[in-house]
């Protein structure tokens, strides 16, 4: 009832061309629309205490609902009217004694500039407090807006007449110099990285020294800011001495090999001690992408990125041997060691240590079960000396090897003209000695392989640990 009295009196007010709304209602809109732009972050609980107000004033829920309205009516009507004024914005100006410091756009730019310039002069317990500040709500076109940076420069001004606000630039915080103003230094830095950029189009360019600005004052006697033209002179003469540089950073691609792991299986048809390769391990080849930053051509850090795999390595399978060594063996021999496998690549047994075409086949031929075993290379059997390398009708071109302790290994149908040793040379074990061929009496590639203890050709399986 009391919301319906106040629109007649408005209603009759109206009619004699006074304010339609006076009192706390008129007042409460007031202050609403002034925070909306002075610290629009505290409007909304403003409207809330007014609303809460209303409601306790207002008890009958329509009374309430009109509480609520009434305000929200206000404020929007408000900014519709602010919409018709063209490129006019709300704004504050900062004053001091009377005096217009700038117009900002937000109570959070006047905020920053107070707390720059107070660090500013907190730094020298000398200097004299900021003068008290005052501001107000003002429309004006956005472009006649101060900046953060102007507004702490008049502040410093207005605090210390006799002092040149400037902005000091440190590089990783070594005291580089003060220029006039920030920007200054910004573009003359951002000059430098645009050339750099377009020297290279694909890369991202920075500064590998890490560059900060504070606000400071220069007093009388402390030299003079640096213009923009002398900031640059003194930023290309500090490039040229290496002191200031720039640092690329793109990405590079490249193939790279992938190391082949081994596999170790054991085996019980070798002896303890021993092992030979069954598969050969293959390098795998990987294409890495990777984000490279480089200084003066040369790269001081690499992340990968992308790592594409071109090629899967292939594990190097080992047989171990897991038989024990016996006794007799040791005895027979008299040598303290075993034979290796004598040919590479070549592990097929195509005669045995056995009875053939009515005699002893005193030897056993190696070849290979799949493609041909020639040409692969022929490794002698275990440390000796060579004492035959030559042609024989029937072996055809072949190495024997004495190791000592009254043992002997013969190599033969060796490929003509693949003999690697001659007679007196010393050799290791798994030292490359021919290549299988088919010389002399033979049917085909292989290697016919004789081991001989004392003058006589044994089996040479239990030597080799098969
Ligand atoms: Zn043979």
Same mark, same amino acid.
């Given at each position: 009832?009391?919301?319906?009295?106040?629109?007649?009196?408005?209603?009759?007010?109206?009619? *004699?061309?006074?304010?339609?709304?006076?009192?706390?209602?008129? +007042?409460?809109?007031?202050?609403?629309?002034?925070?909306?732009?002075?610290?629009?972050?505290?409007? #909304?609980?403003?409207?809330?205490?007014?609303?809460?107000?209303?409601?306790? +004033?207002?008890? !009958?829920?329509?009374?309430?609902?009109?509480?609520?309205?009434?305000?929200?009516?206000?404020?929007?009507?408000?900014?519709?009217?602010?919409? !018709?004024?063209?490129?006019?914005?709300?704004?504050?100006?900062?004053?001091?004694?009377?005096?217009?410091?700038?117009?900002?756009?937000?109570?959070?730019?006047?905020?920053?500039?107070?707390? +720059?310039?107070?660090?500013?002069?907190?730094?020298?317990?000398?200097? #004299?407090?900021?003068?008290?500040?005052? @501001?107000?709500?003002?429309?004006? #076109?956005?472009?006649?807006?101060?900046?953060?940076?102007?507004?702490?420069?008049?502040?410093?001004?207005?605090?210390?007449?006799?002092?040149?606000?400037?902005?000091?630039?440190?590089?990783?915080?070594?005291?580089?110099?003060?220029?006039?103003?920030?920007?200054?230094?910004?573009?003359?830095?951002?000059?430098?990285?645009?050339?750099?950029?377009?020297?290279?189009?694909?890369?991202?360019?920075?500064?590998?020294?890490?560059?900060?600005?504070?606000?400071?004052?220069?007093? #009388? =006697?402390?030299?003079?800011?640096?213009?923009?033209?002398?900031?640059?002179?003194?930023?290309?003469?500090?490039?040229?001495?290496?002191?200031?540089?720039?640092?690329?950073?793109?990405?590079?691609?490249? %193939? &790279?090999?992938?190391?082949?792991? !081994?596999?170790?299986?054991?085996?019980?048809?070798?002896?303890?001690? %021993?092992?030979?390769?069954?598969? *050969?391990?293959?390098?795998?080849?990987?294409?890495?992408?990777?984000?490279?930053?480089? &200084?003066?051509?040369?790269?001081?850090?690499?992340?990968?990125?992308?790592?594409?795999?071109?090629?899967?390595?292939?594990?190097? !399978?080992?047989?171990?041997?897991?038989?024990?060594?016996?006794?007799?063996?040791?005895?027979?021999?008299?040598? =303290?060691?075993?034979?290796? $496998?004598?040919?590479?690549?070549?592990?097929?047994? *195509?005669?045995?240590?056995? $009875? +053939?075409?009515?005699?002893?086949?005193?030897?056993?031929?190696?070849?290979?079960? &799949?493609?041909?075993?020639?040409?692969?290379?022929?490794?002698?059997?275990?440390?000796?000396?060579?004492?035959?390398?030559?042609?024989?009708?029937?072996?055809? @071109?072949?190495?024997?090897?004495?190791?000592?302790?009254?043992?002997?290994?013969?190599?033969?149908?060796?490929?003509?003209?693949?003999?690697?040793?001659?007679?007196?040379?010393?050799?290791?074990?798994?030292?490359?000695?021919?290549?299988?061929?088919?010389? =002399?009496?033979?049917?085909?590639?292989?290697?016919?392989?004789?081991?001989?203890?004392?003058? *006589?050709? &044994?089996?040479?399986?239990?030597?080799? =640990?098969?």
């Amino acid at each position: 009832m009391r919301v319906a009295a106040a629109f007649r009196r408005a209603a009759e007010r109206r009619k *004699n061309g006074e304010r339609y709304f006076t009192g706390r209602f008129y +007042r409460s809109v007031k202050t609403l629309a002034v925070t909306l732009f002075t610290s629009p972050r505290h409007f #909304p609980r403003l409207l809330g205490y007014y609303v809460g107000q209303g409601r306790v +004033r207002y008890r !009958q829920p329509a009374a309430a609902a009109a509480a609520v309205l009434l305000p929200a009516a206000a404020a929007a009507l408000l900014l519709g009217t602010l919409r !018709q004024y063209r490129g006019v914005r709300p704004a504050l100006e900062v004053m001091s004694a009377g005096q217009t410091l700038g117009v900002v756009r937000s109570e959070e730019v006047y905020r920053n500039a107070l707390a +720059r310039a107070g660090e500013t002069l907190g730094e020298n317990a000398a200097l #004299p407090a900021l003068p008290d500040l005052s @501001y107000a709500l003002r429309f004006v #076109p956005e472009t006649a807006f101060t900046d953060e940076e102007t507004l702490t420069r008049r502040l410093l001004r207005l605090a210390v007449p006799e002092a040149t606000p400037a902005c000091g630039v440190y590089l990783d915080g070594e005291y580089l110099g003060a220029v006039e103003n920030e920007d200054d230094a910004k573009s003359v830095f951002a000059g430098i990285l645009t050339e750099a950029a377009e020297a290279d189009r694909d890369a991202v360019t920075g500064f590998l020294q890490q560059i900060a600005y504070k606000q400071l004052l220069l007093m #009388p =006697g402390e030299g003079q800011a640096m213009s923009r033209a002398a900031f640059k002179t003194l930023c290309d003469r500090l490039t040229a001495e290496k002191k200031l540089n720039v640092k690329v950073t793109r990405t590079a691609t490249e %193939t &790279v090999s992938v190391p082949y792991g !081994q596999v170790e299986i054991s085996s019980d048809a070798l002896y303890i001690g %021993t092992s030979r390769v069954v598969v *050969n391990g293959r390098s795998g080849e990987d294409q890495v992408t990777s984000l490279v930053t480089y &200084v003066d051509g040369e790269a001081i850090e690499s992340r990968e990125l992308l790592r594409y795999q071109l090629k899967a390595p292939v594990d190097e !399978q080992v047989q171990v041997g897991s038989r024990a060594l016996d006794a007799s063996f040791v005895q027979a021999t008299g040598y =303290g060691g075993i034979l290796i $496998w004598p040919a590479i690549g070549a592990t097929h047994l *195509n005669s045995d240590y056995e $009875w +053939r075409w009515g005699k002893l086949h005193a030897a056993l031929d190696i070849g290979s079960s &799949v493609g041909t075993s020639l040409g692969k290379l022929v490794v002698a059997a275990a440390e000796g000396t060579v004492v035959i390398a030559g042609v024989h009708s029937s072996y055809g @071109y072949y190495v024997k090897i004495d190791h000592g302790n009254g043992m002997q290994t013969l190599y033969a149908h060796c490929l003509a003209g693949s003999l690697m040793v001659s007679p007196g040379d010393h050799v290791d074990a798994g030292a490359p000695i021919a290549r299988i061929g088919m010389t =002399g009496y033979a049917t085909g590639p292989h290697l016919h392989f004789e081991v001989i203890i004392n003058g *006589n050709r &044994v089996d040479p399986k239990p030597y080799l =640990g098969i």
